[in-house]
């Protein structure tokens, strides 16, 4: 297990290095933020008193950098963005006090973390597992600024714990929400036939939520058969293609599958909108997508969330009352409510997914078991629940 994590993570920081190098490099985007608002000039007569001086504008400035994709991606970046503008009304910060920058290529984290940086922001958020070794350089060269990395382990090239007094990373039990989706999918189906659209497989969150999902629907119909397909690119494109998306959905029901789960960004909203429009029921990811997906609302069972908004929230406003601590955070993990489909699941199947809740909650059922075809079979992926 220590082996494969200590190759990606050496991997990934080294293109990280490549970015780095390249130090004059120009950010893949702007900082976004409206511009203040001009202020109409007063006339001061002769004999007047000198104004009081402006009141400072932010007590507090956030910056957020997005993985590869957009802000409005409808799943993961968008989840950790509206944390931001959570934490923002919270701690009462007008719009210039926040931004956000939409990174198009994996060798300008570092520039775009350090763009933020230069603009004098206290508290930074990345999101994704890619960014880790990203936001600990900076948290290390930086430690007077709070760093937030969503989906980041705490823990250095050779897998072995590693806090840093400034950065915390948010992580979820993905394979517990994604067991709980699988479950519903093995209890709903009726042709016996599953399927799931992935992003890349050297991602963990996307590896725990696809183990889940097929040892959930196992764990409760043994004879059905899951179909899983990755995205075969790099982290430029699986995320981002939702041609892929689309077309694999409709390769798989094709194949017999009657329910169609996403984990991977736009690539899977491609996924479940072609299921939704081909008549086929889906289960979204990371965030309530009945709400983030409109043109799926008719069609989705569920969706396999992580309370990014809350987690991301909370440990902003942490940071500004003296009780942030670094190191790993962990965030809840549960199915969102099944909206249009309250009344057509039935009570009993809704009654074992409390119960299966229950039992994974208290470390009875292991939801990320390896098992034959798994992307990664020695288990280095998965996070053990701690009751």
Known sequence: ?????????LLIAMAFMLGACAAAAT???E???????AEEPTAVPPTAAPPPPAAEECMYKIGFVTDVGRIDDQ???QSGYEGMLLAAERLGLS??????IETTDAADYIPNIEAFVSDGAQII??????????TREAGRAHPDITFIGTDQQQVDANFAPDPIDNVAGLLFHEDVSGFLAGALAGLMTETNVIG???????IPPVVRFEMGYTNGAKYVNPEVQVINVYHPGDLSVCFTDATFGAET???????????????????????LIAACNAGEQVLGVDFDQFITVPEVENCILSSATKDLVNGVADLIVSATDGTFAGGEHFGGAVLAPFHNFESTIPQNVKDQLVTLAEMLAAGEIDPCVAYEGAPHADGAFCVPVTP
């Open 249 to 271: 959905a409709s390769t798989l029901i094709a194949e017999g599958a009657d329910i169609i789960f996403a984990a991977a960004g736009s690539t899977g909203n491609g996924g």
């Open 125 to 134: 958020v990345t999101s994704g597992f890619a960014m880790g070794p990203a």
């Open 31 to 37: 900082v976004v933020a409206p511009p203040p608002a």
């Open 1 to 9: 297990m220590k082996k494969t994590y200590a190759i990606l993570f």
């Open 27 to 29: 950010p893949t985007e």
């Open 95 to 100: 719009e210039d006090c926040y931004s956000y």
């Open 196 to 202: 799931g659209v992935y992003g890349c497989t050297f």
């Open 75 to 77: 799943s993961f970046n």
